[in-house]
């Protein structure tokens, strides 16, 4: 059984650029939440795909926005990136599309930005 | 504002003895909870969850408490061994999708 990958592990970019994260889902599932975690805090929620659709949204402005794949595959984009961005960016994916399953987490992709 | 709070930002407990990890919470519809542990450098890992129908659920040495009237939940690790030294978050979800995770707690388990 494949589990949640993450790619990059580690990212540095400077204000104002955009930047691409990249997520494979856990083989068999079909739904993928994004998480911020910033330093010393508890993931915060991003925004869940299900079934190649958004199926909710946590306190994030417009420029995060995000994408799922018939593969059940996933992307996040943060456009206008600002200094409080960086943050650990942790993928998960799970069975239940909000039915209240497990989340399991990727590694996470760190991005600093200067 | 913070639904979910773990108001302990660290612990630390003998190895062989009782962890007892504590998580509050404010929003009285959430009905679904879960714990992990994280290591350094990796990915939060789920250790075990909790409907709002239960009060207990074990899973070999953690069991999760939960205290509906209370709003409160612990984790409850025994025997606590070396390698469960990590940092501990609880989540709480009220749609399915969307949960909120407390800020953790560090546990170190003294050998």
């Known amino acids: 059984e494949t589990g949640v990958t993450q790619s990059p592990t580690h990212l540095i970019k400077t204000r104002g650029q955009q930047v691409t994260l990249r997520c494979s889902s856990q083989?068999?599932?079909?739904?993928v939440s994004w998480y911020q975690q910033a330093l010393g805090q508890g993931p915060q929620f991003i925004f869940q795909?299900?079934?190649?659709?958004?199926?909710g949204r946590g306190n994030f402005p417009p420029r995060f926005s995000g994408l799922q794949f018939p593969n059940y595959s996933s992307e996040l984009n943060v456009n206008a990136l600002e200094l409080d961005d960086s943050a650990l960016y942790l993928c998960?994916?799970?069975?239940?599309?909000?039915?209240?399953?497990?989340?399991?987490f990727g590694e996470g992709s760190r991005l600093t930005v200067l | 504002d913070q639904q979910v709070k773990q108001n302990s930002p660290s612990l630390s407990v003998q190895e062989g003895r009782i962890s007892i990890l504590n998580c509050d919470y404010t929003n009285s519809m959430f009905d679904y909870f879960l714990w992990y542990k994280k290591y350094p450098a990796e990915g939060p890992t789920f250790l075990i969850s909790i409907s709002s129908i239960k009060d207990k659920n074990e899973d070999g040495r953690f069991t999760v408490f939960l205290n509906k009237s209370a709003k409160h939940l612990s984790l409850h690790i025994v025997p606590s061994q070396p390698g469960d030294s990590a940092v501990y978050f609880c989540a709480a979800s009220a749609t399915g999708n969307q949960f909120y995770f407390g800020t953790g707690t560090s546990l170190t388990v003294i050998p």
């Open positions: 998960a994916s799970s069975l239940s599309g909000g039915e209240g399953g497990e989340l399991f």
């Open positions: 083989s068999g599932h079909n739904t």
């Open positions: 795909y299900y079934r190649e659709e958004e199926n």
